[in-house]
């Protein structure tokens, strides 16, 4: 299939539209040569005239005058969608298409939203919550909230915050079953394994002196959901790996206590995710720019803002 020459059909338009090869030319700010090229290459490809040329003027032969017409429509229609298109780059309005974390996103992005849309009224989002990791640009997504140690990629990715991990359980399962003072001793403990991670039965810790451990851990829930694991944990049925945004409500009400604070997790990071190049459209900028701006309200970055609080006291 051949596709139709629109730019020699276009430029054929404002020929007619301007009277003149010289006209169509300052109009599209090209040579007069090139506006005449690209009306012989429309006329080669039609087999047929459409313009009889003199010294003086220019005249539509009968082929000239019925293409002129629709030539003229494709000329509108083609300036109208480059208006419309710059008018939706440079302001904020259409849809945004937002993944985010399943937890993450219900605790903390959920209810921000109101804000940004009072903001940008004109701009909506589409919010997609999983734990999976979804494929942006096959998926046609614009940005993506990730929770993890990212992967080299081609993926344009900014660092919000970093993300802990603790190791919890419930003072009823302590008293049951006693207090692990080291990580290899988790093996002999429930512990709810977290799927959605690349080795979800290995927990890796390293401690304040620089010496590693890692441990294969079993329990009785194994589970995509840390929603279900903070209320299993809660209920004393085992030992859980959480997130912070995770744990904040149950530490402060004492139904979670942590668990080897000298050995913490390798801490991951909360990334704001994109497709590379640009561009953006003004729409996705601005959720870009809310979410950075937020991010200092996120619950993850909540032990960051009170160490910096304590500094600035001292």
């Known amino acids: 299939m051949r596709l139709p020459d629109l730019e020699a059909l276009a430029i054929f338009a404002l020929v007619v539209r301007t009277r003149s090869f010289a006209g169509a030319a300052t ?10 090229k690209a009306v012989s290459r429309l006329e080669q490809k039609l087999g047929t005239r459409l313009l009889n040329r003199t010294s003086r003027r220019l005249s539509l032969t009968d082929a000239g005058r019925r293409l002129a017409e629709r030539a003229e429509h ?3 229609s083609g300036e109208a969608a480059e208006s419309d298109a710059q008018a939706e780059s440079s ?22 939203l109101p804000r940004f849309f009072e903001t940008y ?6 919010l997609q919550l999983s734990d999976t990791m979804v494929d942006l640009i096959g998926e046609g997504f614009d940005l993506a909230l990730r929770i993890a140690v990212l992967p080299d990629s081609s993926l344009v990715a900014r660092r919000l915050a970093d993300v802990h991990r603790y190791i919890v359980a419930a003072p009823s399962y302590l008293e049951k079953h006693g207090r692990p003072t080291h990580p290899l001793q988790l093996a002999e403990h429930q512990c709810f394994v977290y799927t959605n991670v690349p ?6 810790f390293e401690n304040t002196r620089g010496e590693e451990a890692s441990v294969r851990i079993n329990g009785p829930l194994v589970s995509n959901s840390g929603e279900a694991m903070v209320e299993a944990a809660i209920a004393g049925c085992g030992i859980a790996a959480l997130p912070d945004f995770l744990l904040y409500e149950a530490l402060d009400q004492k139904k979670l206590e942590v668990l080897l604070p000298d050995w913490p997790s390798p801490p ?7 497709p590379p190049g640009g561009p953006r459209p003004a729409r996705v900028e601005a959720l870009i720019a809310f979410l950075v701006e937020s991010a200092p309200l996120f619950p993850v970055c909540r032990e960051v803002n009170d160490a910096k609080k304590t500094r600035q006291k001292k």
């Open 199 to 204: 080795n979800p039965r290995t927990w890796r």
């Open 121 to 126: 009224p004109h701009v909506s989002v589409d």
């Open 91 to 112: 302001s904020p309005r259409g849809l945004v298409r937002l993944a985010a974390p399943m937890s993450f996103g219900m605790r903390t992005i959920a209810p921000l």
């Open 74 to 76: 494709i000329l509108v």
């Open 27 to 36: 109009e599209l700010g090209a040579s007069k040569a090139t506006v005449s």
């Open 268 to 274: 991951a990071g909360l990334h704001l995710v994109m």
